[in-house]
Nanobody, 114 residues
Framework: QVQFVESGGGLVQAGQSLRLSCVAS????????FGWYRQYPGKEHELIAS???????VYTESVRGRFTISGDNAENTLYLQMDSLQPEDTAVYYC????????WGQGTQVTVSS
């Protein structure tokens, strides 16, 4: 069974940084690569960054230039370096297959104070 375990969230002040990690277990195939999503209370999961060996790295406009996605295939680990964090980045962050998510992990809470 596929499982994603996210970590690295926390409470920071605006302008500070966090690095999220996601370890994937189980047999996972994704022709579209993998990505980081975030979810605001009462809203759907939003794909904010994805990585694919063919199309490279793609970011939604709100995080482009501030967030960097990377991965370690040998360790089945996905990372999200988040710099210049802003209060509007406060959300729960998840990793999953890009564009075709499967079962969700518990996510990791990121809270940015102004």
């Amino acid at each position: 069974q596929v499982q994603f375990v996210e970590s690295g969230g926390g409470l920071v002040q605006a302008g500070q940084s966090l690095r999220l990690s996601c370890v994937a277990s189980g047999s996972i195939f994704s022709g579209n690569g993998f990505g980081w999503y975030r979810q605001y209370p009462g809203k759907e999961h939003e794909l904010i960054a994805s990585i694919n060996p063919f199309s490279g790295k793609v970011y939604t406009e709100s995080v482009r230039g501030r967030f960097t996605i990377s991965g370690d295939n040998a360790e089945n680990t996905l990372y999200l370096q988040m710099d210049s964090l802003q209060p509007e980045d406060t959300a729960v962050y998840y990793c999953n297959r890009a564009y075709q998510p499967i079962s969700w992990g518990q996510g990791t809470q990121v809270t940015v104070s102004s």
